[in-house]
């Protein structure tokens, strides 16, 4: 990559990739964006597109008229309509000279760390190489418990892994407003979310997919708008019928909903700790830890934790909650779940008596625990 040059997700949706009546490809939806990422890569941008549509083309291509209800069908019908999809791509980007990649991940793949940091130095090559990598869930292989499930937070795991600098989801709505629009004609649009914690005080009711063909709605979308904004990325929802509109909004049109980046985004690895890692576990502290771990930065200790939830290993991630049971922070433990059944609720000086022998000083060292927003 250059210096300075600028990296784009862009993640475009069923409902915009198909016609909702006749579940056909939208060919001019797609030509309008295969040409305005061209036209993108040309002004020197890196590009990684995330495209959903291997379900609802397959469905298509075998003549189904919903979308499968087992997950075998799913996985079935997602491997036929995948190799579709691609075709479709690779004839449109070579009219245009591009070369573009498959990309195909399951949430396995960014779990382990080797394998998160091979990802990163894969998607590094091809945009050095000028290549535009298509991505999309791994849904013929993948395995229920370790599914994205929905590519809105996939496109926030991959915006993150590559350090976009700009996060495009296109859906079939123009942007984020305080309710469905589609049930509540009076819904207010909402341009831009300075802080994504504040979200909340808007009382946004983000629904559920708008057509039988979308996963998630708005509520994988808002869930991706944590993830992205929190690596640092600015986050927009605009509509997909439009994907110029991509490049409206580089040259700083006020088109669909921003979400503004966090200014002190989290590092890579915490990042990973966060969002990455399946907990195994749940951890419930007494107050004083709670203070401890989140006004005062500090490591967690055994003697904080009051009940040991769930059976894990050393260096299993696994969730932190309040004495209210609310989720506080994630982190990577440095004892199984047996052993801090035995220490839990005793002082560090202890643990090597009740243990027999020496264990590590902090059950969770800081550097491995991020606060939840
Ligand atoms: N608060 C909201 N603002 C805008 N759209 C919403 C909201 N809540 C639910 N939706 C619905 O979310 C849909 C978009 O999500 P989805 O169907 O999953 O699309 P995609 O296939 O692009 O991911 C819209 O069609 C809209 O009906
Ligand atoms: N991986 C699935 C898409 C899942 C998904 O998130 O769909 P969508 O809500 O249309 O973006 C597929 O290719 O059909």
Redesign the pocket.
């Known amino acids: 990559m250059k210096p300075q040059q600028q990296t784009l997700v862009v993640k ?5 990739l198909t016609s909702p009546d006749t579940g056909m490809l939208a060919l001019s939806t797609i030509a309008a964006l295969v040409e305005t990422l061209c036209q993108l890569r040309r002004e020197g941008y890196a590009v990684v597109l995330v495209s ?1 549509g291997a379900v609802g083309i397959g469905c298509q291509r075998l003549d189904l008229k919903e979308r499968p209800r087992t997950i075998a069908m799913t996985q079935a019908v997602a491997a036929v309509g995948q190799g579709r999809l691609m075709r479709v791509y690779d004839d449109l980007f070579s009219t245009f000279n591009q070369p573009i990649a498959q990309v195909l991940i399951t949430r396995s793949d960014l779990i382990q760390r080797q394998h998160y940091v091979s990802a990163y130095r894969t998607f590094r090559q091809l945009l050095q190489l000028g290549v535009i990598p298509i991505v999309n869930e791994n849904d013929t292989l993948a395995v229920e418990e370790l599914r994205f499930g ?3 937070t996939l496109s926030a795991r991959v915006a993150g892994l590559v350090q976009a600098d700009w996060l495009f ?5 123009d ?8 049930r509540y004609p009076d ?1 207010k649009p909402i341009k831009v979310v300075h802080d994504i914690k504040a979200l909340e005080e808007l009382q ?8 039988s ?6 509520v ?2 808002i869930e991706a708008a944590r993830i992205a904004t929190s690596a640092g990325i600015r986050m927009v929802i605009t509509d ?1 019928r439009s994907p110029r509109n991509v490049a409206k909004i580089l040259k700083g049109e006020p088109l669909g909903t921003h979400f503004e980046p966090e200014p002190q985004p989290q590092r890579a690895r915490k990042r990973w700790i966060a969002n990455g890692l399946i907990p195994c576990g749940k951890l419930h502290l007494d107050a004083g830890a709670v203070r401890a771990i989140a006004d005062a930065g500090k490591s967690l200790l055994a003697a904080g934790i009051t009940q040991v939830e769930g059976t894990f290993h050393p260096q299993d991630a696994v969730l932190l909650c309040d004495p209210q049971g609310e989720e506080v922070a994630r982190g990577i433990v440095n004892y199984s779940s047996t052993e801090l059944n035995a220490i839990q609720g005793h002082r560090s000086d202890d643990i090597a008596k009740i243990l027999g022998y020496e264990g590590a000083e902090t059950v969770i060292h800081r550097d491995n625990l991020v606060l939840s927003l």
Request: net charge neutral.
């Open positions: 475009i949706g069923t409902s915009s959903s929905d590519n809105d989801l296109l859906t079939d709505v942007r984020l407003y305080s309710a469905d629009p589609r819904a946004i009711q983000a629904g559920k997919p708008g057509s063909w979308g996963t998630g709605g708005m994988t979308k997909g």
